[in-house]
């Protein structure tokens, strides 16, 4: 099955690009709306998975496009979104969405919303929105969060590896991205927002909201959170003071992914036996 995934994040779209190809998926990314549009048009994909907060046209105007035009409006299209958005859901089906899977992602989730939708005639014989979404839950696998007192509830490794789909190679590699590029774009958050640059600081705020959900990093993700509200309604004094607490519950995170990681690649140096 052809996917075309439209989304801005770079670690959504290495966790679910590698995941739906493992399920024998060829994924399509377009990193902007607009972009979505196009590739809409010439690839003609049998799936759209459509993230809502995008650059140059959000979700919902993306897919009100997409459903405008005759080639592709046949092309179920699927929102990401975040639900702790208020009136996400009723902008999803007014947009024309068939289905909406909450963030973050949880690969079985997504895989049920995708085959609900194919069920569908190819028309859109479903009215959007008349499934009901699947419920974000989290498989009970054995495994415990990180222990130290110190990180408190900063990384919940049991939820992370279920996102993962168990997969622990992936769990490496999200946690190995995530290191990498997370203090960089809290830098970059700062800049802006001493700029007096809401919008890009609400870009750059909701990419660290959303990767760290991906590894269920509640203190990182609440933080960026307030501070991603905060430059929407462009109260950049609010948001410039949630700063603090980004950064602080930030360094605690990476201590603690940084120990996660030299557990597995250096045991020698953890006194863990090799």
């Known amino acids: 099955m052809k996917i075309l995934y439209v989304e801005d994040n770079e670690d959504n779209i290495y966790v679910l690009e590698t995941r739906l190809r493992r399920h024998g998926h060829e994924l399509v990314i377009a990193r902007d709306g607009a972009s979505g549009v196009r590739l809409a048009a010439s690839e003609l994909p049998d799936v759209i998975l459509m993230d809502l907060s995008l650059p140059i046209l959000d979700g919902w105007e993306a897919t009100r496009q997409i459903k405008a035009a005759a080639p592709t409006r046949h092309i179920p299209v699927i929102a990401l979104t975040a639900n702790a958005m208020s009136g996400d859901r009723e902008r999803c089906i007014e947009a024309g969405m068939d289905d909406y899977v909450s963030k973050p992602i949880e690969v079985a989730a997504l895989v049920a919303a995708i085959a609900r939708v194919n069920r569908q005639p190819a ?30 509830l900063s990384f919940n490794r049991r939820e992370a590896l279920a996102r993962a789909a168990d997969d622990e190679e992936l ?75 980004l950064t602080g519950s930030a360094a605690v995170l990476l201590a603690v992914l940084a120990a996660e990681r030299a557990a597995v690649t250096h045991p020698e140096l953890c006194g863990v036996p090799s």
Not at 129 to 143: I, K, Y
């Open 171 to 245: 769990l490496a590699q999200i946690i190995d991205i995530y290191i990498e590029e997370t203090p960089a774009l809290i830098t970059q958050l700062g800049e802006f927002l001493d700029k007096g640059d809401a919008d890009r600081a609400f870009r750059a705020a909701h990419t660290i909201k959303g990767s760290s959900a991906n590894l269920s990093a509640g203190a990182v993700g609440t933080a960026a959170r307030e501070i991603e509200l905060a430059a929407r309604a462009g109260d950049l004094a609010t948001a410039r003071a949630g700063m603090a607490a």
């Open 123 to 152: 028309a859109g014989g479903t009215p959007p929105g008349a499934a009901d979404p699947v419920p974000s839950t989290t498989a009970q696998n054995p495994g415990t969060a990180v222990s130290a007192k110190s990180a408190g």
